[in-house]
């Protein structure tokens, strides 16, 4: 695994990652990750 920071080249790369059906509670959409790390003070994408 590689970790890279998610910037305008990359963010659509993000967006398409899927989980598996059994892990879906335990972890957030990517979409609404991204958003919340753009407007939610001391959350960051890496």
């Known amino acids: 695994m590689e970790f890279r920071e998610i910037d305008?080249?990359?963010y659509?790369?993000?967006?398409?990652?899927t989980i598996d059906k059994s892990?879906?509670?335990f972890?957030?959409?990517?979409k609404q990750s991204l958003v919340e790390a753009a407007y939610?003070?001391?959350l960051y994408t890496l």
């Open 40 to 42: 939610e003070d001391g």
């Open 12 to 17: 659509w790369d993000c967006i398409a990652l």
């Open 27 to 30: 972890v957030a959409d990517n």
């Open 8 to 10: 305008k080249t990359n």
């Open 23 to 25: 892990q879906e509670r």
